[in-house]
């Protein structure tokens, strides 16, 4: 049985998914980070760890990944699949902890965060926390960038990420269920991701200043 099935029957609501994400998903979400250079990176919510594993096979070998996942057998999942790439840390504990844990394994900022939680049934205060710890956190260049992909766009459209500079947004249709792939820059001259050939992107200022 698929350990993300397994794992929705016991905490459906925290889990939220009981299909992994497709390649053409996985595969959108990973381009739109920059690899060619050392990386700290935090995914949020691995589940199985199937945009893990494009992750570790894409990112260079001085990045550091860590893993959050509050799922105690899905984050021993994940531990014995890396537990060869000193690269990769599994941290069985809530993605707002996240400052706490860069600081833990000495790291100043965050290149990139990626997000798989269901953030549209979290209570409005522990969505502030985490979105408000993700901007701290990110590194003041222009590559710096929170990435989610999401059944909705609400994070996006109810201004829930109006503390980042700009967002990108787009749609991919071929995953079950399709989904919403949004990437927040902290900075306003942010990288452009490429245009999707099969998805919508439509760009967004919130016009603050940083
Ligand atoms: C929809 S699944 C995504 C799984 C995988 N990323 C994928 O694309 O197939 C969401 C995952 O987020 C985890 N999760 C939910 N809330 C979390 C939180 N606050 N901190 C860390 N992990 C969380 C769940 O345990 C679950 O494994």
């Given at each position: 049985m698929n350990p993300l099935f397994k794992r929705f029957l016991k905490s459906p609501f925290q889990v939220a998914s009981i299909v992994p994400s497709s390649k053409a998903l996985i595969r959108r979400v990973s381009e739109?980070?920059?690899?060619?250079h050392p990386r700290v990176i935090a995914e949020f919510g691995p589940g199985e760890g199937c945009h893990t594993r494009e992750i570790v096979s894409r990112m260079h070998p001085e990045s550091k990944l860590l893993l959050f996942e509050l799922d105690d057998e899905l984050s021993l999942h994940l531990k014995k699949q890396f537990e060869?790439?000193?690269r990769v840390s599994v941290l069985?504990?809530?993605?707002?902890?996240l400052p706490h844990e860069l600081d833990r394994h000495g790291h100043?900022?965050?290149?990139y965060v990626v997000s798989g939680i269901p953030f549209s049934i979290l209570e409005k205060k522990k969505k502030q926390e985490i979105l408000e710890n993700t901007f701290r956190v990110l590194?003041?260049?222009?590559?710096a960038a929170f990435i989610i992909y999401q059944v909705t766009n609400e994070l996006h459209s109810n201004g829930h990420?109006?503390?980042?500079a700009k967002a990108e947004s787009e749609y991919c249709l071929r995953n079950l269920p399709p989904m919403f792939v949004t990437k927040f820059y902290k900075q306003h001259n942010g990288d452009h991701s490429p245009r999707s050939k099969n998805g919508r992107v439509e760009r967004h200022s919130s016009g603050r200043k940083h």
């Amino acid at each position: 049985m698929n350990p993300l099935f397994k794992r929705f029957l016991k905490s459906p609501f925290q889990v939220a998914s009981i299909v992994p994400s497709s390649k053409a998903l996985i595969r959108r979400v990973s381009e739109k980070m920059d690899f060619a250079h050392p990386r700290v990176i935090a995914e949020f919510g691995p589940g199985e760890g199937c945009h893990t594993r494009e992750i570790v096979s894409r990112m260079h070998p001085e990045s550091k990944l860590l893993l959050f996942e509050l799922d105690d057998e899905l984050s021993l999942h994940l531990k014995k699949q890396f537990e060869a790439d000193n690269r990769v840390s599994v941290l069985n504990t809530d993605c707002a902890n996240l400052p706490h844990e860069l600081d833990r394994h000495g790291h100043l900022h965050c290149d990139y965060v990626v997000s798989g939680i269901p953030f549209s049934i979290l209570e409005k205060k522990k969505k502030q926390e985490i979105l408000e710890n993700t901007f701290r956190v990110l590194s003041p260049e222009p590559h710096a960038a929170f990435i989610i992909y999401q059944v909705t766009n609400e994070l996006h459209s109810n201004g829930h990420c109006d503390h980042f500079a700009k967002a990108e947004s787009e749609y991919c249709l071929r995953n079950l269920p399709p989904m919403f792939v949004t990437k927040f820059y902290k900075q306003h001259n942010g990288d452009h991701s490429p245009r999707s050939k099969n998805g919508r992107v439509e760009r967004h200022s919130s016009g603050r200043k940083h």
